[in-house]
T-cell receptor
């Protein structure tokens, strides 16, 4: 089945630890995105990538890092510099980076701090 | 900066009835796209409907339709013949060329049997 797979579904981070959230898509989409969702708020963009080996910061990139070594993969690392990492993280992809392109989402990862 | 406002944190509707969710946005752009996404309890975001700003005709997808008022910068979602499966968070989103997608804070819709 074509789609976007995020793993793990639940993740726990100890203080001072870096953790990596996985996002894989088999839709052959060029653009991929990471969003953070907090209660009572809409989605906020962390990072996005429109092409392999290139990515740009979104509104809340501090404390996060990404890589885009393969078209189908866009992992997000939550570093120890992110002081409030507890949130729901959503990965999305779209055929391209144009405004008209629909973004398709994964099922998300819930990150909590121990 | 573009902002999207959903003024109704929660709404409820009786099964088989019609409900309208409100969304307003702020922009100085003339060409942009508007979206409604649904987030059911599974938390996966699903596109409900998309509207191109240059089109005057309101978009429709089965029981879902929009009322797009460009001058008023309003983009409401009407759900007809509401079903139990429509219960979810609904997010309004805006995107213009060269800019990121902007989401509203969401409206939680409850459907009463």
């Amino acid at each position: 089945d074509g789609g976007i797979t995020q793993s793990p579904k639940y993740l726990f981070r100890k203080e001072g630890q870096n953790v990596t959230l996985s996002c894989e898509q088999n839709l052959n989409h060029d653009a991929m995105y990471w969003y953070r969702q907090d209660p009572g708020q809409g989605l906020r963009l962390i990072y996005y990538s429109q092409i392999v080996n290139d990515f740009q910061k979104g509104d809340i990139a501090e404390g996060y890092s990404v890589s885009r070594e393969k078209k189908e993969s866009f992992p997000l690392t939550v570093t120890s510099a992110q002081k409030n990492p507890t949130a729901f993280y959503l990965c999305a992809s779209s055929p391209g980076g144009l405004a008209k392109n629909i973004q398709y989402f994964g099922a998300g990862t819930r990150l909590s701090v121990l | 900066a573009q902002t999207v406002t959903q003024s109704q944190p929660e709404m409820s509707v009786q099964e088989a009835e019609t409900v309208t969710l409100s969304c307003t946005y702020d922009t100085s752009e003339s060409d942009y796209y508007l979206f409604w996404y649904k987030q059911p309890p599974s938390r996966q975001m699903i596109l409900v409907i998309r509207q191109e700003a240059y089109k005057q005709q309101n978009a429709t997808e089965n029981r879902f339709s929009v009322n797009f008022q460009k001058a008023a910068k309003s983009f409401s979602l009407k759900i007809s013949d509401s079903q139990l499966g429509d219960a979810a968070m609904y997010f309004c989103a805006y995107r213009s060329a060269g800019n990121d997608m902007r989401f509203g804070a969401g409206t939680r819709l409850t459907v009463k049997p």
